[in-house]
T-cell receptor, first 118, second 112 residues
C-alpha cells in the first residue's frame, strides 16, 4: 500500500460528459502529480501541484483541469469527454517540490482510476 | 513525448534466470528511476540512480547508468514468478525536477 488513495477505481461514462477524479496523497507529502496511461501513448505526465500551487504542466488538454486543496487532496476534472480519453489516470505524491536542492524524486503512486468513455 | 525507451518490449524467461532490461534516453538527466507495475495496478518505485552514479544495488536488483551513452540497464537476478510485471524507466531532467518522463516499459514474464 503506497498510502496514496484514488477514487473512483472505475468509471464508465458517455462522450461529452464531465468527470472528477480524486486523489489523497500520502500523509506529509506536499506534491501531487497526475499521469495518464493508455496503450498507445504510455504514461503521460499531465500536471503537478505543490502545496496548493501549480508547479509543472505536461501534456494536459485544455478540457482537463486540476487543483490541489488546502488539505492537500487533489482533483482532476475531465470535461467534454471523448473516446480517446479512456485510460488509467494515476495520481502520485512526493514529499518534495522539485525545486533545486530538493530531495530524492521517488514518487508514490495510487492504484489509479480507470476511465471508460463510451 | 517519451524520454526513455525500454528494450526489449517484452521478455520471457524461466524462473531462476536473470532478466536484463535496457533503457535509453535523449536529454541530460538529474536522475533515472525504475518502477514496476503489476497488471492494471499502480507503479511501485524500485530504485533511483543519480547522474553521478554508475551502479547501484538493491536486493536482487542491479542498475547501471552510462550517461555518455544515455542508457541504463536493470538486472533482476534469480527471477521469480512474482517478478512478472512491466518495468519502466523514468528520467528526471533538471536538478530537483520531479516531472518524471516514463518510457513505454518492458513486459517481463517469468515462467515457473
Amino acid at each position: 500500500d503506497s498510502g496514496v488513495t484514488q477514487t473512483p477505481k472505475h468509471l464508465i461514462t458517455a462522450t461529452g460528459q464531465r468527470v472528477t477524479l480524486r486523489c489523497s496523497p500520502r500523509s506529509g507529502d506536499l506534491s501531487v502529480y497526475w499521469y495518464q496511461q493508455s496503450l498507445d501513448q504510455g504514461l503521460q505526465f499531465l500536471i503537478q501541484y505543490y502545496n496548493g500551487e501549480e508547479r509543472a504542466k505536461g501534456n494536459i488538454l485544455e478540457r482537463f483541469s486540476a487543483q490541489q486543496f488546502p488539505d492537500l487532496h487533489s482533483e482532476l476534472n475531465l470535461s467534454s469527454l471523448e473516446l480517446g480519453d479512456s485510460a488509467l489516470y494515476f495520481c502520485a505524491s512526493s514529499v518534495a517540490s522539485g525545486l533545486a536542492g530538493g530531495r530524492t524524486g521517488e514518487l508514490f503512486f495510487g492504484e489509479g482510476s480507470r476511465l471508460t468513455v463510451l | 513525448s517519451q524520454q526513455g525507451e525500454e528494450d526489449p518490449q517484452a521478455l520471457s524467461i524461466q524462473e531462476g534466470e536473470n532478466a536484463t532490461m535496457n533503457c535509453s534516453y535523449k536529454t541530460s538527466i538529474n536522475n533515472l528511476q525504475w518502477y514496476r507495475q503489476n497488471s492494471g495496478r499502480g507503479l511501485v518505485h524500485l530504485i533511483l540512480i543519480r547522474s553521478n552514479e554508475r551502479e547501484k544495488h538493491s536486493g536482487r536488483l542491479r542498475v547501471t547508468l552510462d550517461t555518455s551513452k544515455k542508457s541504463s540497464s536493470l538486472l533482476i537476478t534469480a527471477s521469480r514468478a512474482a517478478d512478472t510485471a512491466s518495468y519502466f524507466c523514468a528520467t528526471a531532467r533538471g536538478a530537483g525536477s520531479y516531472q518524471l518522463t516514463f518510457g513505454k516499459g518492458t513486459k517481463l514474464s517469468v515462467i515457473p
